[in-house]
């Protein structure tokens, strides 16, 4: 985004900023900034992948925790999800559209 003239939002932070921020505490974030943003495709991409990715995370870890012998798969999933988190994060801060294979089309569709 050098050399660019930043966009604000209807909250009046930067987009990537603001983007970032919907990744923050994970769906919790992204649900606030669906409900809060109005104006920027970009955050409402990023909120919406924000909520589907770390909502459907916590619910499967919830679930996995909960049975026998299968809970162990629990800690790799915070592990990957911990690294998923930063790269999300990272990308919205660059001002990057970065779309996860199955989820991002979701947000795409819904978030826009």
């Known amino acids: 985004m050098q050399g660019e003239e930043k966009k604000k939002t209807s909250l009046g932070l930067d987009e990537n900023v603001e983007g970032f921020l919907c990744y923050l505490f994970g769906f919790i974030t992204g649900i606030l900034f669906l409900v809060l943003e109005k104006k920027s495709s970009f955050v409402r991409f990023h909120a919406m992948q924000s909520t589907i990715t770390f909502l459907g995370l916590f619910v499967l870890s919830l679930i996995l925790g909960m049975i026998p012998i299968i809970h162990l798969l629990v800690y790799p999933i915070w592990i990957l999800t ?3 988190w930063l790269l ?7 001002g990057k559209r970065y779309a996860l294979p199955v989820v991002g089309k979701m947000a795409e569709e819904k978030g826009s």
Request: glycine share 0%; aromatic share 0%; hydrophobic share 80%.
């Open 82 to 84: 911990l690294l998923l």
């Open 88 to 94: 999300l994060m990272i990308k919205a801060l660059q």
